[in-house]
């Protein structure tokens, strides 16, 4: 998924964790066929080009990810919105100084003009510009599926680590009651803004730019607020902690957008959430959003 996975078995020994490497890796790249946009022959790809105004048969798994995409759209109040992917290459420079061209693209896609039908397992757009990426929601479904494999082979102790940003930790390090997890400042990353204890848990962590070799701030660009198509630009990381890796990467990059997008229904029951906040002095400030 062009990201890289990194991960620590406890307790295991050399085939075995062999073994479980070529069960994640068969697993990922199952699921890279059919979600990845980057690939032409993917089935999301060959999706977002044949579904506009037409119904298009999909496979069990991408109707149950694109149905979760539509459970996210509505839990945030529409601030996760894959369906908006054409607006990321937009602002990154294809006529980004246009506000009508970006009205018009905000009025053309978006997952309210994206149309499912369970009976048929059928995907119809309604919008020219309708474009699903899934993004780090596929992240979240990958460590769901690195996670159903260690539960199959009863893994007790594990960490992994997909890009750095996602992190599943099951049980605790071999030293503690738990696995101890830094997020690190933006600006010196030998810094600490918090550290998670994670024990069964998952920390997904987004952000919006990197920090360049000469310590300036770089906005990414790809944080997109779907209601304006404008994006998320002031150095801010914001941290979801949850027992489910795809509630955590989703929820890590809606609040990042909008802290305010989950409702008071939202059960909050074991989690957590926070955001590290940086001035122009590049100190940073923690704020709790659950």
Known sequence: MGTRLDAVFIDVNDKHADMLAALIKNDLDTLENVLSIYRPDSELSILNRTALKKDASVSQDLFEAVSLCFEYYKLTGGIFDPGRAVLTGYTAGKGKNEEEDVNNLLASSGMELVEI????????????????????????????SVNGILVAENIVNALISFGESTILAKGSHPHGNHWPVAVSGLFNKQSVARVARLNDKSISTSGTGFVDASGIFRPSRNIIDPRTGKTVDDPITVSFISDDPLEAEVLSTSLLIDPDCLSEEFDRTGKEAFAVIYDDSKKFAVKEIL
Do not use: S
């Open 117 to 144: 039908n369970e009976d048929k397992r059928t995907i119809r757009y309604h919008g020219e510009h309708v474009k699903i990426d899934v993004g780090g929601f596929g992240k979240g479904l990958a460590m769901n």
